[in-house]
């Protein structure tokens, strides 16, 4: 059946006036992992980058990222149909849609009858899946910061968006997704579309979305604070080369739990944009394309830890400045937790 967009001689673009039919689109380009949000009816720039994306992977896209092999290659649903990447729907990319979405193979975003009561079970399925590989307390916090503690985008009157969080990186230019970060912790993948078996297990299940994180955070602590591929901030902080897990010993149940007090003991500090992100670093605290403000008040210090994890979560948002915003954001939320 085709789509209700799927018209002869229909182009489908910014400012488009039927709504039910802008709806309709919006809700494929989310199944399919191409919209990050918005159900809305409204044909804007976000549908309109969407768009694009979609129709730069079916010229370009070939199952293979640097994570691994996709089930399927779009550019092979193309079949000569789209050229460029415009930002507009006509009825053949509407019927490479209509392809896509009826194939088995690319699996599609999940979605929840009710997204509100399924956020509160994702959390609470979370806190109960205490782990010892990594700080809870810091992961919930780094959840807060990544999806707003929202496994399912939630319906609102404007805006009828039900499917699982996801967030894309364009890191390549504006009409390449090179990332797509899915669920609660963000479970990030850069093939696409995602296999059965990751939006099974990591995607449209939270506890394994956020395991992948906990793996992931430990990693980042066990190999990306020390040595030549080291923080920088905990390199500058504390020069003693042991990692520290946790100042309560492994057997105490207050072992890789009690974050939230840790961060209320340690001292606040003020950052405002120009700041160094440590003491005697080139590298300032400034706006950037992620975060529009560089000024925060009463982040808890993370010289003042009595373990390494403040370093370890901002080397899991990689480096740079944004991972220094991530870091203050995040130290926050554990904060907010106390």
Same mark, same amino acid.
């Given at each position: ?15 488009h006036a039927d709504?039910a039919?802008?709806?309709a689109?919006?809700? &494929?380009? %989310? /199944?399919?992992?191409y $919209? =990050?949000?918005?159900?809305? @009816?409204?044909f804007g720039a ?8 979609l ?11 640097? &994570?691994? %092999? /996709?089930?399927?290659? $779009? =550019?092979?649903?193309?079949? @000569? ?7 507009t729907i006509?009825a ?8 896509l979405?009826?194939a088995?193979?690319?699996q599609?975003?999940p979605r929840a ?8 079970r ?14 809870t307390?810091?992961?919930?916090a780094m959840?807060q ?10 319906p609102?009157?404007r805006d ?11 890191n390549?230019?504006?009409d390449?997704?090179t ?5 609660i ?26 395991a ?5 955070l ?7 604070l020390?040595?030549a591929?080291g ?8 020069a003693?080369a ?11 149940p207050?072992?890789l739990?009690?974050?939230a007090?840790?961060a209320k003991?340690?001292?606040?500090v003020?950052i405002?944009?120009g700041?160094?992100?440590h003491a ?15 000024v925060?008040?009463g982040v ?11 370093y370890?979560?901002?080397r899991?948002n990689?480096?740079g ?7 203050a954001?995040?130290?926050l939320?554990?904060?907010?937790q106390s």
């Amino acid at each position: 059946m085709a789509r209700t967009y799927q018209q002869a001689g229909l182009v489908l673009g910014r400012g488009h006036a039927d709504k039910a039919m802008v709806k309709a689109l919006q809700r &494929d380009l %989310r /199944a399919l992992g191409y $919209l =990050r949000r918005g159900i809305d @009816g409204d044909f804007g720039a976000g549908t309109e980058a969407a768009v694009r994306a979609l129709q730069f992977d079916l010229l370009n896209n070939d199952g293979v990222g640097p &994570d691994g %092999r /996709a089930p399927v290659a $779009l =550019r092979d649903f193309n079949k @000569g149909r789209v050229v460029a990447s415009v930002g507009t729907i006509d009825a053949a990319l509407a019927a490479c849609i209509d392809e896509l979405m009826t194939a088995d193979a690319v699996q599609k975003v999940p979605r929840a009858a009710d997204a509100a009561a399924a956020n509160k079970r994702a959390l609470a399925q979370v806190l109960e899946a205490m782990s010892k590989e990594a700080p809870t307390p810091f992961l919930v916090a780094m959840v807060q910061q990544e999806s707003g503690g929202k496994h399912f985008a939630e319906p609102s009157a404007r805006d009828e968006d039900d499917f699982v969080t996801v967030g894309l990186d364009r890191n390549k230019g504006p009409d390449q997704i090179t990332s797509r970060g899915y669920g609660i912790g963000q479970h990030t993948l850069f093939h696409h579309p995602p296999s059965k078996d990751e939006v099974d297990k990591h995607i449209a299940d939270p506890v394994g979305n956020v395991a992948k994180a906990y793996a992931e955070l430990r990693r980042k602590f066990d190999r990306f604070l020390l040595g030549a591929d080291g923080a920088d901030d905990r390199m500058a902080e504390h020069a003693q080369a042991a990692l520290r897990l946790c100042k309560h010993d492994a057997t105490s149940p207050l072992y890789l739990r009690d974050c939230a007090a840790c961060a209320k003991a340690a001292g606040k500090v003020k950052i405002a944009s120009g700041d160094p992100v440590h003491a005697g670093a080139a590298l300032q605290y400034a706006p950037s394309t992620y975060y529009a403000s560089a000024v925060y008040d009463g982040v808890p210090a993370r010289a003042d830890f009595a373990c390494d994890w403040p370093y370890a979560i901002r080397r899991y948002n990689g480096g740079g400045i944004n991972s220094y915003h991530y870091q203050a954001r995040v130290l926050l939320n554990l904060l907010r937790q106390s």
